[in-house]
Structure formats: structure tokens, C-alpha cells
């Protein structure tokens, strides 16, 4: 199969790659370059753990064609500690026991930043909305309802 | 798996590659690229097509047009639409909203398939190369038609005439049990004076209950006037059976769904 060029911003870097035709944005991100922070939980739209942030819309990357992303400016949970300091959202998940074993942590983590960056001071309901395309088996999810808005909060107060 | 994309930046170069075997139209691919995931050889090559065009809204002059490749979130999203917004947000979660496509909304098989039974209750018209095909005549075409879907177009409803219900099961987001669209317009003395109701998941793909909305004309939508369209809301369907529910469960609660549908 003829391989085929793309050329993306991952998490502020350009990243070109020459991948197979076809191929999904998840097996690019994970198996070519490298960024393993969005999982393959089902490969079929249901879980969410693949979630990617694309030119600021949550996608699911396992239902994405590499090659439609030419030019696109992508971000992964991978990209969201700044020099070794955790995001918010990340400290939030740790510090309220949000992630456990941690599988559907990056595709939670994005779908909420992407939430926080249009609505900062979100209620419960639009955390639950924002959510519910991701599946979690181990939390319950309100330990990570719970995150979401302390990392809102620690947003809104280092605004003010 | 080998999956071949080809992009073309008009429909009519598209719609030509789309005539060779093998070959699928690539919306926003969350059932074509879903399909390819799960093992499906059938489709060797995925023809898609970046002409902005397919992705434009028009309201103006009481009418609506929907470019094929306009997303859920973008119909949820817009000022002009507030009354189609349910419809659209009953689609998936957040991802798939701003993956979905209306034209492959047209032809997703039940469960889904959410936001054509708005647009079949709408009596929308699809747009092809071809021509303008009414959304009932092009639904029961879908199997076979291999023209590109370019939008439709329908009458703007007024948010009073126009109500929609998802039942699902998991919330906010989840698969239907079943949906219900209706458009009503009513006279002066609140009595139906037309009525055009659409049902997902009551057979493959989204139909008309047509003895419940001849049954609905001149009732007033009080629990007693409308128990005769409630008694009529079965005739002529064949629900599908899935994990969520059994065709007759679907069945069973139809009329009960339908009932709070009219008597909102
Ligand atoms: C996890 C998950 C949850 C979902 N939940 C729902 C839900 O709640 N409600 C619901 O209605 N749907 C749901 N869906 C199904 C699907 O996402 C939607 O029906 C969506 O609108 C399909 O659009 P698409 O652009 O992704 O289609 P695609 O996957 O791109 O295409 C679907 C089919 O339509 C054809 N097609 C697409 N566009 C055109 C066109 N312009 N012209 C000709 N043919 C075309 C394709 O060739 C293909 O055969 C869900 C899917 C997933 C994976
Ligand atoms: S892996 Fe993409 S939604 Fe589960
Ligand atoms: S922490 Fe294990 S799936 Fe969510």
C-alpha cells in the first residue's frame, strides 16, 4: 500500500510522517510518532479514551483518518504539563484519586480542558454533559466530576 | 487492514471515483472508519471531498439549508436552529457530535439515525447531482443510491411547531430506544389542524406514522383527544431488536412516548 505524507502540529511541534493510507490518527500518533498518551480502548467510538483536542474540537482520533489532519494544530494530554509542572486538570485528577488505573485518564483529561476553555466556571451538569462520551471502569466518575470542577476553581482563582 | 483515502476537492470528481468497486463515501467516518476498525473488508478505498460548500449553513427566507458535511455540534450550536437543537445534541456525545455528519445521518441504520427523523418529520428535500429527492422517497432509495448527498433543505420550523424526544437508556448520552419527531401546526382553538410525525428505531431506518397523524387532525392535545393517534402509532411498524431493547418493548412504549411527546 502506497504510503502517504502528513504533516501536523502536535502539541506546539511540527511533526511530519509518511504513514500508510487509511490510517487512523490513533495508530499514527501512538505507533509512528510516538505520543501514547491516547489510548486504544475500543477502537469504535464508545469509550472516549482516544480523545485528541483538534484545532480545538474534541475528536475521537480512533475514528479519524490521519491523512484529513494535514495542516491541522493537534493536542494530546501529553502536551499539557508546562516544564515539569502539572496542568491543572492534572493535579486535580491525582490529588481528588480520579485516575485509578488510569486508562481512560488522557481521553477524560482532554474532554475537559476542552470544556474549561469555553467555559471556565462550568456547573455539574456541563461536566457530566462534557463527559459523557467517556467511559471509566474503575472511578465511578465522581471522583473526576469532582476534579473537573477543583480545576476550575484553581483556574478562576489564579485569574483573578 | 488496507484502506485507501482519496480526497477530491469537487463532488463531481468524487462523485466519478465513487462508481469504481469497493469504493465509500468518507463523511465524518464515525460509522465508515468505525466499520474498517471492526474488520470490515468490504470497502476497499474512502472517497472524501474538502469543498467548504458542503460544510455551510443557510437560513434565509423561512428556509434552511444544511450543506452534507455540516456537523451536529455545528447545528447545535447555531443561533438560527435553536429549534433543531435537540435533535442534533441527541446524537452521540461531545466527540461524535463535532465528528457527525448530516449526510451520514441520512444513512446510518437504526439505532441511529437520530437527526434524519427530525428532517423526515421536516418533509426536508435531499440533495444530489441528481436533483432534489423528498426525504421519504431518498430513505427508501438509500440502499442503493450512489450519488453523493451535497444537503437539504426544508422550511424553517417555528420552535412551537417542532418537538422532538430521544428515550435512552444511558444519560445524558446513549443510543435509542426509540425517537420521535413531530411537526404540528395548530388553529386558532388549539385543534391540529396538520400534522407530520417521524420514528426512529420502529423499523431499519426512520418512517412516518401516518395512521397516527391522520388520527391527530382536528384533536385537541389533551390525553382523551389524542388516545386514538396513541392507539394508531403502531400500525405498520417493524422495530428492530438490539441490545438496547427488543422490538417488543419498542413497540410497547411507543404510545407512551409519543403521548408525552403531544401532550408537552
Ligand atoms: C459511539 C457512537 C455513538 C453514536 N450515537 C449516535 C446517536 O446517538 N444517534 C445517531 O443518530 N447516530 C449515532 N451514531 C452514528 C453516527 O455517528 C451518526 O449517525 C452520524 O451522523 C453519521 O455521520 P458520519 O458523517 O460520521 O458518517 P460516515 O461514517 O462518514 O458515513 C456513514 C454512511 O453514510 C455515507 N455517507 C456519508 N455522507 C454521505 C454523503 N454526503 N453522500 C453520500 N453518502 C454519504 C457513507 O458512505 C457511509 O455509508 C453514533 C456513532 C458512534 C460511533
Ligand atoms: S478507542 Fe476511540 S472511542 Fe474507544
Ligand atoms: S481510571 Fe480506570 S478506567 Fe478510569
Redesign the interface.
Known amino acids: 500500500m502506497a504510503k502517504v505524507p502528513v504533516q501536523f502540529t502536535l502539541n506546539g511541534s511540527e511533526k511530519a510522517e509518511f504513514i500508510e493510507s487509511g490510517t487512523t490518527l490513533l495508530n499514527a500518533l501512538r505507533d509512528k510518532i510516538g505520543d501514547t498518551s491516547p489510548k486504544g480502548g475500543c477502537h469504535q467510538g464508545t469509550c472516549g479514551a482516544c480523545s485528541v483536542i483538534i484545532d480545538g474540537e474534541l475528536r475521537l482520533s480512533c475514528l479519524t483518518l490521519a491523512e484529513t489532519c494535514n495542516g491541522a494544530d493537534i493536542k494530546t494530554t501529553a502536551g499539557l504539563a508546562e516544564g515539569g509542572v502539572l496542568h491543572p486538570l492534572q493535579r486535580a485528577f491525582l490529588d481528588a484519586f480520579a485516575t485509578q488505573c488510569g486508562f481512560c485518564t488522557p481521553g477524560m483529561i482532554t474532554a475537559a480542558k476542552v470544556l474549561l476553555d469555553r467555559t471556565p466556571n462550568p456547573s455539574r451538569e456541563d461536566v457530566v454533559e462534557a463527559l459523557s462520551g467517556n467511559i471509566c471502569r474503575c472511578t465511578g466518575y465522581e471522583p473526576i466530576i469532582q476534579a473537573v470542577l477543583t480545576a476550575a476553581r484553581a483556574n478562576s482563582q489564579n485569574a483573578a | 487492514?488496507?484502506?485507501?483515502?482519496q480526497?477530491f476537492s469537487t463532488v463531481k470528481d468524487a462523485n466519478a471515483a465513487l462508481q469504481a468497486a469497493g469504493t465509500r463515501y468518507?463523511g465524518?467516518?464515525?460509522l465508515v472508519?468505525?466499520a474498517?476498525?471492526?474488520g470490515d473488508v468490504s470497502t476497499s478505498s474512502?472517497v472524501?471531498v474538502t469543498d467548504p460548500g458542503l460544510s455551510q449553513i443557510a437560513v434565509a427566507g423561512g428556509k434552511v439549508r444544511l450543506g452534507a458535511s455540516v456537523t451536529m455540534?455545528a447545528i447545535a450550536s447555531h443561533p438560527e436552529l435553536a429549534a433543531l437543537a435537540p435533535a442534533a445534541r441527541a446524537v452521540?456525545?461531545?466527540?461524535?457530535r463535532?465528528?457527525a455528519t448530516v449526510g451520514g445521518n441520512l444513512f446510518a441504520p437504526a439505532p441511529y439515525g437520530d437527526f434524519a427523523v427530525a428532517l423526515l418529520a421536516l418533509d426536508a428535500t435531499v440533495v444530489t447531482g441528481d436533483g432534489e429527492t423528498p426525504i421519504e422517497t431518498f430513505l427508501a432509495g438509500r440502499d442503493t443510491t450512489r450519488a453523493i448527498v451535497t444537503g437539504v433543505g426544508f422550511a424553517s420550523p417555528k420552535a412551537e411547531s417542532f418537538r422532538f424526544l430521544k428515550v435512552s437508556r444511558v444519560k445524558?448520552?446513549g443510543v435509542s430506544v426509540l425517537s420521535i419527531a413531530a411537526l404540528l401546526e395548530l388553529a386558532a382553538d388549539g385543534a391540529v389542524s396538520s400534522a407530520r410525525i417521524a420514528l426512529g428505531c420502529m423499523a431499519d431506518r426512520p418512517t412516518r406514522a401516518k395512521a397516527a397523524e391522520k388520527a391527530l387532525l382536528g384533536c385537541k392535545l389533551t390525553p382523551q383527544e389524542i388516545a386514538p393517534a396513541l392507539a394508531a402509532a403502531g400500525e405498520g411498524i417493524a422495530p428492530i431488536t438490539d441490545p438496547i431493547a427488543s422490538a417488543w418493548y419498542r413497540a410497547e412504549v411507543l404510545p407512551v412516548h409519543l403521548g408525552r411527546l403531544l401532550s408537552n
Open positions: 487492514m488496507s484502506l485507501a483515502l480526497t468518507l465524518g467516518g464515525t472508519v468505525r474498517a476498525n471492526e474512502l472524501r455540534a452521540g456525545g461531545p466527540a461524535i463535532n465528528m445524558p448520552k
